[in-house]
């Protein structure tokens, strides 16, 4: 069968090692490795769960994943839509190869690019300043931190994003534009008839699993740009656990946290996918 | 047909992983603690090297060795400096390096894969889960082989051993000394205090007046920046009377020498102070803007090589950039460094001394030929003393007037680079740690070194060292305390200088939740455990 | 590829020529958007290109500046004191070439390995009439939400001998759960009748996926085999934690220890690395910093123009016959 390669691949790789989850239940000592190390139940969960931050931080993860999801899944997909409706060859393919190019960047440097632009000495302030206006506290302001993390991951995923979308416009049948057009749609009333039902599917599939990663929230972007006045707003499950886990070698944790993030993201996807296909569309499995 | 061959093969390639790998999973189980001999890549053998107590052994020493590497990832084996090396020390390494970045996750894997390496670089003692180890016995005891080669055990200071011996009187952990004073200074535009006829700051008043004539003047730039309030103006938090990130003794314990009760820093007034001040500063413009917030941490230092500040608090260390990049920018600057300030109630700034190392060596229980080792380490430091501080003549140095001066990076060929030379490096002894002629040569300008070096000794005469003996650990601090911290008083404590919002009480309740959470059990453990409180002395 | 209800229009009744085809592409319809609509999404498209280009700009103009016009001036997007030495820099690394190939190894032969395991598993999966069909994917999906921990990995490339090869970037992530429901979804719109046909002219499994799959879902290839390609590029993690020879690292690992990312600096090294060792170490420059950002990220960024000419339109249709 064609499908053993992959089969093995899972098995060896996935679900062999999955007895490191065993680290989520102990105290881990590297040198007694992981079967010797003191089993301790649920303290690493209970460490994570019961810690005065924990609302605050499911709470600010979440919050930003729905406002990534809600404004920034959308934007590839118009972005793909008005790249379809070019007509000139050379600036549709310099426009697509142009803006996928940020997702290239680590948020190290796209981090400090934002920065020069929105820092107290940004690009903003100094623009401001000439206007004679008054400087903008935008780096450090905890009420413009969660938006500014939306947009500018938006800015650096979009163009990457799109990519799949454009894929997927490939295989819509032209024949129903044509038939469209005979019974006189015009463009805009094309879209909503034609091509998004077309790619409909895909964005379904791509909603579904972007949900399922609702607990992650961009880890190294916040890490890069947060600083303490924007932790009560910004500080998300992951950026916590690195601070009080990682940083002190506590694997336990990190891997009991690990572990919750999964469940979650298998209850959600199953939940979603429930419902997608209660719509009727063709849903992940 | 060709199809069908193609199905069996990806069958029988999966079968054979298959079989793989359920011989592996029944050798995994349970077999993780120490009981697999290290897994050396090409050692040859370890057991079958034991070096005679006494004299020189003809067979080469062998171990393996991993050690984080600082400098860039290209070292190669068998490069013409190791082969030296190899020759003159009659040893052979097998070397791995691991980027500095990620040299804890891995080296815990590798451990934790039950592979110890014969030597391996890592935290120490100070950080529990090396304890731990210590005591599980993964280490070598060195006590009798320090006892034996003398020059090991001259190279660290006897306060640093007795620092590192446990509970039982052991040691197992070679430090990789360094020089602990790193005072921070203060440097400044001597030419624009000129200019404005400002005398030079010697109280943190008389700086807080500086500073205020630099805004109001046409200068336009900023008065102070530093790059945080630990390595850019450290020399301010000592002014305050207190060692920053440290433990020092309460505030109102009256015997500073030797306290009764020690606490964290951020309990002490005196830390709390110094965050305010620092805050008011940002308000009345002072501070820089960005300090805090700049996402590159070398921001404060550009700013003032390029002109856009007056005053930069950094680590002494960037001297010699500071002046020639500020070169480059205005030939005409003038370069001036602070005394230490004395702040209020004629509190002197001094130093806030470190560690006196940065992690170290431990030697596997297993490795069979530990004399060997000890032998290799004894000629690094004595016969072989020279060739590691400088290498090969023509090579690594030539000589000039006389005195060996080391070669810089471009000059070097590439097998003597660093990325050739840092994986073969192990300690150097305390008494070089910080060599005034190095540091000299540093320096273009000879007057701006004596200054320096001027600067250094004022600094230097009092010190804020930590009073905490790091080996000594809290139950609940090991379980709990990072917890504790970011929870109660992370947001308070960063955020002080640069948070509009947070007040003085602020930080006093989050003082309060902390302790009651737990911070007062750390306290107390801390201080029942550490008997001796005595200042350290560097 | 992918069709509402999996399966094609009944087809409009004719084979279509491969002209008409090339004419659609080409996008010669005759009902453009009225000129107002163009224009704005020209504006928009524009507007999105510039917010995207100046970074590119400016990363570009850093790596041929000199070091200290970098600090006067960060957001350049013209070179200023305009210089190689970064580049020089760069190239002089010992090894470099190496771990260039190494990465070259994983890209190429990686990604070859991924498409291959990827495509023949998203076929089976396609097929609805696989027994033991949904237990089979969520095998597969399973491990997207459940990461293994990095010591049983560590501790797995260690008995299977893979620990210090290169084939670890091979293995490693062999199949991408994503990747391998997207490939599957793209199969779907695959019609039934095109596999019936061939199996009644007696084609086998891999006959059909040769013949006729494959080159009916080029833009589905090329999308996955893109993304795979460019996970491997840039993969930094795998070969440093699970290759010990330093001299079989990845490019991006290299690269990355010539930077050295300043937080991590033993700061402190500043004053006793003078004394140790008279070379002042870490003290690297914006623009080597730059230099390597681009050298990094440039050949990948550059296949994607190549693959461009496989997103076309409507290849498949030209096979359905009414």
């Known amino acids: ?285 | 047909m060709v199809n069908k061959r193609k199905k069996w093969g990806v069958l029988l390639v999966a079968c054979v992983m298959m079989l793989s790998l359920l011989s592996a999973c029944g050798g995994n189980n349970g077999n993780n603690s120490g009981s697999t001999p290290p897994a050396n890549s090409g050692t040859g053998e370890n057991g079958g090297n034991q070096g005679e107590g006494d004299g020189e052994s003809a067979k080469p020493v062998k171990f393996s060795y991993v050690r984080p590497v600082w400098g860039p990832a290209t070292y190669t084996k068998g490069g013409a400096y190791e082969k030296e090396l190899f020759q003159r020390a009659n040893a052979e390494i097998d070397v791995q390096i691991i980027p500095v970045t990620e040299y804890d996750q891995k080296i815990m894997t590798i451990i934790s894969s039950g592979s110890m390496p014969d030597v391996l670089w890592a935290n120490g003692p100070t950080d529990s889960k090396f304890k731990d180890m210590q005591e599980q016995g993964a280490f070598l005891r060195i006590n009798e082989y320090l006892d034996k080669y003398p020059a090991v055990k001259e190279a660290v200071p006897q306060s640093l051993w007795d620092m590192l011996t446990d509970e039982n009187g052991n040691i197992y952990f070679i430090p990789n000394v360094g020089n602990p004073i790193t005072p921070i200074f203060l440097y400044y535009r001597q030419d624009w205090f000129e200019q404005l006829n400002i005398p030079e700051p010697t109280t943190l008043a008389e700086l807080e007046a500086a500073l205020e004539t630099i805004k109001q003047s046409n200068l336009g730039v900023i008065p102070l920046t530093g790059q945080d309030t630990f390595w850019g103006l450290g020399a301010l938090s000592t002014s305050f009377g207190f060692g920053h990130f440290a433990w020092n003794p309460a505030s109102d314990d009256p015997n500073k020498e030797d306290p009764q009760k020690i606490v964290p820093w951020y309990m002490n007034e005196e830390a709390i102070d110094y965050h305010f001040w620092l805050k008011d500063l940002v308000k009345q413009g002072l501070l820089d803007k960005e300090f805090l917030i700049a996402k590159n941490w070398d921001h404060a230092k550009q700013k003032f090589t390029t002109g856009q500040a007056a005053v930069l608090g950094i680590n002494w260390g960037y001297g010699p950039e500071i002046y020639s990049t500020l070169a480059q920018t205005d030939p005409n600057a003038k370069i001036g460094i602070m005394s230490p300030l004395a702040g209020e109630n004629g509190i002197m700034g001094g130093v806030r001394p470190l560690g006196a190392f940065d992690r170290g060596m431990y030697i596997s229980a297993k490795y069979g030929d530990p004399d060997g080792f000890f032998r290799f380490l004894e000629w690094t430091l004595t016969e072989g003393s020279d060739f590691r501080k400088y290498g090969i003549e023509g090579k690594m140095y030539t000589m000039v007037d006389g005195k060996k001066k080391a070669l810089t990076e471009d000059e070097k060929e590439n097998d003597y680079k660093t990325g050739q030379l840092e994986p073969l490096r192990f300690i150097a002894p305390m008494s070089e740690a910080l060599n005034w002629d190095d540091v000299a040569q540093g320096y273009d300008d000879p007057a701006a070194f004596e200054l320096a070096r001027a600067k250094f000794e004022e600094y230097n005469r009092v010190q804020y060292p930590d009073y905490r003996n790091p080996t000594i650990f809290s139950e609940t601090e090991i379980e709990s305390g990072a917890q504790l911290y970011n929870d109660y008083l992370q947001q308070v404590v960063d955020g002080a200088v640069i948070n509009d919002n947070i007040t003085k009480q602020d930080w006093l309740d989050a003082l309060d939740a902390y302790l009651k959470a737990g911070g007062q059990k750390i306290i107390d453990e801390v201080n029942a455990g550490q008997q001796n409180k005595k200042k350290p002395q560097y | 590829m992918v069709m509402p209800s999996g399966h094609p229009q009944p087809g409009t009744g004719q084979v279509q020529g491969e002209n008409e085809l090339e004419l659609i592409n080409r996008g010669n319809r005759l009902d453009r958007n009225p000129l107002w609509a163009q224009s704005l999404i020209h504006l928009v498209l524009i507007v999105l290109t510039l917010i995207t280009l100046l970074p590119i700009l400016n990363v570009v103009a850093m790596s041929f500046s000199e070091a200290h016009a970098i600090y006067s001036n960060p957001l350049m997007i013209i070179p200023e004191q305009f210089t190689l030495e970064a580049y020089n820099y760069i190239f002089a690394t010992p090894i470099l070439l190496r771990s260039f190939m190494v990465t070259a190894f994983a890209t190429v032969v990686g990604t070859s390995f991924n498409l291959f395991v990827t495509i023949m598993g998203a076929y089976a999966l396609s097929k609805t009439a696989l027994p033991g069909g949904r237990f089979l994917l969520w095998v597969c999906i399973f491990p997207m939400m459940f990461g293994p921990g990095l010591i049983p990995m560590y501790m797995l490339f260690k008995e299977i001998k893979l620990l210090d090869s290169i084939w670890v970037l091979v293995v490693s992530g062999l199949v991408v759960p994503f990747y391998l429901i997207l490939m599957r979804n793209f199969f779907w719109s695959i019609p039934d009748e095109l596999e019936e046909a061939m199996r009644i002219d007696g084609a086998s499994d891999m006959g059909i996926l040769w013949k006729m799959v494959i080159p009916l879902s080029k833009p589905a290839i090329a999308t996955v085999g893109l993304f795979y390609a460019v996970g491997h590029w840039n993969d930094f993690f795998t070969g440093l934690f699970f290759i010990n020879d330093n001299t079989k690292w990845p490019l991006q690992v290299l690269l990355r220890s010539i930077i050295i990312d300043m937080n991590a600096l033993n700061m402190r090294g500043v004053g006793t690395a003078i004394s140790q060792d008279s070379n002042k170490i870490m003290l690297t420059p914006e623009n080597i910093k730059a230099a390597t950002i681009v050298f990094a990220v440039t050949p990948i960024v550059l296949v994607y123009p190549f693959l461009q000419k496989y997103f076309v339109k409507g290849i498949m249709l030209g096979s359905v016959k009414g």
């Not at chain 1, 899972?10 to 089993?39: E, H, R, T």
């Not at chain 1, 605050?56 to 997909?77: C, D, H, K």
């Not at chain 1, 961009?218 to 890490?223: A, R, S, V």
């Open chain 1, 1 to 285: 069968m064609l499908l053993a390669p992959t089969i093995i691949y899972f098995v060896v790789f996935s679900y062999v090692p999955f007895y490191g989850v065993a680290i989520a239940f102990k105290k881990f000592q590297p040198f007694l490795g992981i079967w010797d190390s003191p089993w301790v139940g649920w303290q690493n969960f209970a460490t994570m769960f019961t810690s005065k931050k924990f609302p605050e931080l499911l709470a600010n993860t979440v919050l930003i994943s729905m406002y990534r999801l809600v404004f920034g899944f959308p934007v590839p997909i118009l972005f793909a839509l008005l790249l379809n409706e070019v007509r000139i060859m050379w600036f549709k393919r310099t426009v697509q190869t142009i803006t996928y190019f940020p997702h290239f960047l680590s948020w190290v440097v796209f981090g400090g690019i934002v920065f020069h632009v929105i820092g107290p000495s940004g690009i903003i302030n100094l623009l401001l300043d000439k206007l004679g206006m008054e400087a903008v506290n935008l780096a450090a302001n905890p009420d413009v931190f969660r938006p500014l993390v939306v947009i500018t991951a938006i800015l650096k995923e979009f163009g990457w994003s799109a990519i799949i979308y454009l894929a997927a416009l490939t295989g819509i049948d032209p024949h129903q534009y044509e038939a469209a057009k005979v019974d006189g749609a015009s463009r805009l009333r094309q879209i909503w008839h034609v091509t998004l039902p077309g790619i409909r599917p895909m964005i379904a599939m791509l909603f579904i699993l972007q949900l399922s990663s609702i607990l992650d929230a961009g880890f190294e972007q916040i890490l890069i740009l947060s600083n303490p006045v924007v932790y009560g707003v910004g500080d998300i499950i992951d950026t916590y656990v690195y601070r009080v886990g990682l940083l002190e070698s506590n694997y336990g944790l990190a891997t009991a946290v690990g572990l919750f993030k999964g469940v979650i993201a298998a209850v959600l996807i199953i939940t979603a996918n429930h419902y997608i296909r209660k719509t009727g569309e063709k849903s992940l499995w």
